[in-house]
Nanobody, 123 residues
C-alpha cells in the first residue's frame, strides 16, 4: 500500500514556471531514488530528472539549467521546479520512486509510479 500523488501541474505560457510535487505515502521504510518522467502523446516516456537518497541529481539535457529537482526526505516528497518552460515541455509528468516497504517483519522493494499530472505550455 504505497501511493505516489503528484500535484502542481497546469497550463502556463512559454517562459512561465511551475512547481510539481509528489508525495509518497503508505507503509514506507525508506525511499531511495526519486525521479520525474514525462510522456507526450504518441511518445515514449522519458526521464526528466532523478535525485538519489544522498542528494545527487541527474537531468535530461533538454531541461538542464531550467529544471531543478529536490526532495524533502522527512515528508517523502520530491519536487520539480520548472522555469523557463517551453511548448516542448508539454506532457504528462509522472513521479517515480524506488521504495522499500515495511511488510510486518520483512521488507519489499519496488518501483512505484504516480498517476501523472498534466503540464501544458502554450506558445
Amino acid at each position: 500500500q504505497v501511493q505516489l500523488v503528484e500535484s502542481g501541474g497546469g497550463s502556463v505560457q512559454a517562459g512561465g514556471s511551475l512547481r510539481l510535487s509528489c508525495a509518497a505515502s503508505g507503509s514506507i521504510y525508506s525511499v531511495n531514488d526519486m525521479g520525474w518522467y514525462r510522456q507526450a502523446p504518441g511518445k515514449q516516456r522519458e526521464l526528466v530528472a532523478v535525485i538519489s537518497s544522498d542528494g545527487s541529481t541527474h537531468y535530461a539535457n533538454s531541461v538542464k539549467g531550467r529544471f531543478t529537482i529536490s526532495r524533502d526526505s522527512a515528508k517523502n516528497t520530491v519536487y520539480l521546479q520548472m522555469n523557463g518552460l517551453k511548448p516542448e515541455d508539454t506532457a504528462v509528468y509522472y513521479c517515480n520512486a524506488d521504495i522499500k516497504r515495511k511488510m510486518g517483519v520483512a521488507y519489499a522493494s519496488g518501483i512505484h509510479w504516480g498517476q501523472g499530472t498534466q503540464v501544458t505550455v502554450s506558445s
